[in-house]
């Protein structure tokens, strides 16, 4: 007797629960804050020396050269390396803001960036508006943290060189 009084107090329990859930509650509450879903794309790094940290990271930790960016005068720039399917290291010349051994930026994907920057701003963020890159075609903006640490969001797009390098993975 005991264990069906014990089942009927739950039964009772979860249809209140259940009534208060679908009447008292607001039905888009628990739609307010859409899930952007930000997950690690790359991390950027400054350094001294491109074409030996391009070299190292290709035989030493057998990543591949995804993409690169080559200056006007053939000196190598910005070049992304891909760890694995979908992660990247970017890596850059050092620069007077950007020393070399620096972490200069993370870049954070988002399924969608503007859902994203709507979410992060309503949070409380400062982030800039979104644009397209010049150089890989993603969608992009940037916020920064109180330490001054700046997160690249990114989109892919289907014509991104991220994307693209994603699509040639096996």
């Given at each position: 007797?005991?264990?069906?009084?014990?089942?009927?107090?739950a039964l009772g329990l979860f249809?209140?629960?259940?009534?208060?859930?679908?009447?008292?509650?607001?039905?888009?509450?628990?739609?307010?804050?859409?899930?952007?879903?930000?997950?690690?794309?790359?991390?950027?790094?400054?350094?001294?020396?491109?074409?030996?940290?391009?070299?190292?990271?290709?035989?030493?930790?057998?990543?591949?050269?995804?993409?690169?960016?080559?200056?006007?005068?053939?000196?190598?720039?910005?070049?992304?390396?891909?760890?694995?399917?979908?992660?990247?290291?970017?890596?850059?010349?050092?620069?007077?803001?950007?020393?070399?051994?620096?972490?200069?930026?993370?870049?954070?994907?988002?399924?969608?960036?503007?859902?994203?920057?709507?979410?992060?701003?309503?949070?409380?963020?400062?982030?800039?508006?979104?644009?397209?890159?010049?150089?890989?075609?993603?969608?992009?903006?940037?916020?920064?943290?109180?330490?001054?640490?700046?997160?690249?969001?990114?989109?892919?797009?289907?014509?991104?060189?991220?994307?693209?390098?994603?699509?040639?993975?096996?």
């Amino acid at each position: 007797m005991r264990r069906i009084a014990s089942y009927a107090r739950a039964l009772g329990l979860f249809a209140a629960g259940a009534v208060f859930g679908t009447f008292v509650l607001r039905p888009s509450a628990a739609q307010e804050k859409k899930n952007i879903n930000l997950h690690l794309n790359h991390v950027g790094i400054a350094v001294k020396d491109v074409d030996a940290t391009v070299n190292y990271y290709t035989k030493v930790m057998g990543y591949r050269v995804a993409f690169k960016f080559p200056s006007p005068d053939g000196r190598p720039t910005t070049t992304y390396m891909q760890i694995n399917r979908d992660t990247f290291l970017e890596i850059a010349p050092a620069s007077d803001t950007a020393l070399a051994g620096t972490i200069t930026h993370m870049g954070i994907q988002s399924d969608d960036i503007k859902a994203a920057v709507a979410q992060l701003r309503a949070n409380g963020g400062d982030v800039q508006d979104v644009h397209v890159s010049a150089q890989t075609k993603a969608l992009l903006s940037n916020i920064t943290d109180p330490n001054g640490i700046r997160s690249e969001l990114v989109e892919l797009t289907p014509d991104s060189l991220h994307q693209q390098a994603i699509n040639r993975w096996k």
